[in-house]
């Protein structure tokens, strides 16, 4: 059921910004959704295309943009990506811990 008031938000948000510019169409819009998110990019553009149905996002394309997890080295601060039964930083082989990255679901471009 997140999925479906994440597409609410993004209708919403969109809406008002291309609101913000004078215009009342949204033709596009990009998303970014991390593999570690816990969101269905299926499922938010399912809900997405019901909920914006009456709104000036109808018909508009979303596009979801997949975001894969890292790991963060503590030592070296460097971002790499995450890799299965590989959590060692590749430059200083220090052990990698969980950051942001592959976690968050985020509204990018909105065309009008």
Known sequence: ????????????YAAKVTRS??????????I????SS???AESVKMYFQEI????????????SISVKPALKCPKC????????????????GIEGLPCKTG???TIG???N
């Open 52 to 63: 914006s149905e009456k709104t000036i996002c109808r018909n508009a394309e979303l596009e």
């Open 103 to 105: 976690t968050e679901v």
């Open 77 to 92: 601060n460097k971002e790499f990506p995450r890799k299965l039964m590989q959590y060692n930083c590749p430059d200083c």
């Open 38 to 40: 816990g969101y269905s």
């Open 109 to 111: 471009e909105i065309e």
């Open 32 to 35: 970014h959704i991390g593999d």
């Open 1 to 12: 059921m997140h999925d479906y008031h994440k597409a609410k938000e993004i209708v919403d």
């Open 21 to 30: 510019r004078g215009k009342n169409k949204v033709t596009k819009i990009t």
